[in-house]
């Protein structure tokens, strides 16, 4: 069918015609945001999941549902930032956000009293002045100045919210890709919320990442459990799976044979990633409505062709020979989480001599900790890939490798 009115959305955060399956997250931020704004406290979300199940979607919506409510968003994609960077980036932010809550003009005492304690955050990134705000504030004494991320962070989270509850509005800063907060980022974040809840203010921090943050979040802070949930997002309920694939479709007049359907929710297994890049490939092909069953077995090649040379293969490119051969390694062992040391074995190396090569992955996004040693890949099916791409193990040696680096 013609390609200009293919429904699906088969790329990185696009927005789907059909949000499937969510309602219950969606439900969860709204009832945040209004229990904040009635000075109730309320814990705060961390959407987990692996890759492609539609964290960056969710965290859209919920910036749709907070601007429905008024409040003011502040949308940050971590990246391992320098603390530096992500208070400059935070400062701009909450700076358009002042602006935005009222303009100059109209600004009350607690207004200018959150432009100067911005200034004093920003100021105090870099004391020579080479690195301005560019606005004509000053900056306050004694507030944001301290040098510390976490204080700062909670001084001015607390001024932004006081005036924001002075003009019965909030602030929502919406974090993607949390695992690449660096800690003193995350705990920063961390500890300033903790004060804005003590003191009932309007303003939340919800973040989206990769299943180990909530580990990460309770070692930043031993009290984040009691200030975060963190919902879990996975692959899609049977239900939601077929109106995923069947809704956008129907928006164009087309539907599907049942036995179409099953077929394709048997290969992307509800994953909402593979169901738009397989409902892609099935438009491509058929001829009309309805879409057959044939129609998804023809789709079938060039679907996993095209998740083979973009969603897997990009993982891929960026590692190392010996990252290579330990992902290879695990995918020997199925596509469960595996311990450190069964991976070692399979390489013929002992677990301490690839505890580095694991971190580095862990690092890089490639896999998480499901429990204490035991790693599992972050992309769903990825065991399957790495058996196709890398037929071979092949393990360099650890040591040759090392002596080089010298
Ligand atoms: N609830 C949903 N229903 C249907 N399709 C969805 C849903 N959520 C996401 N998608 C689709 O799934 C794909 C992945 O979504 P998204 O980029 O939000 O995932 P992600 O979890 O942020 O992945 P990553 O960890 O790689 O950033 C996109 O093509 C999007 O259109
Ligand atoms: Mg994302």
Redesign the pocket.
Known sequence: MDSVSNPY????????E?????DEQRDAFTALLKRLARGKTNQSLIIT??????????LNEFREIAEAERWEVLEIEASKHDDTRFRQNLAGLLKAAVLRLSPRARWTDRARRAASVITAFAVAVDHQGTWSLSWDVEAAEGAADHGDLAMDLTDVLVAVGEFAREQQRGVAILVD?VQFLTSPQLEALIQAIHKTVQRKLPVTFVG?G?PQIAELAGDAKSYAERLFQFPKIDS?READARK?LVEPALAEGVSYEDDAVRLALQITRGY??F??ELGSQVWAISEGSPILRRDVEAAREAYEAKLDSSFFRVRLDRATPLQTAYMRAMAELGPEAQKAADVARVMGRESTQLGPTRAELINMGLLYTPEHGYAAFTVPDFDKFMLRAVPKLVVPDVEKRRKKSR
């Open positions: 959305t088969p790329n990185a955060g696009a927005s789907p059909t949000i499937a399956g969510r999941g692996l890759r492609g199940v539609g964290k960056t979607v969710l890709e989206a990769l899609l995923a909402p990633y169901i738009q």
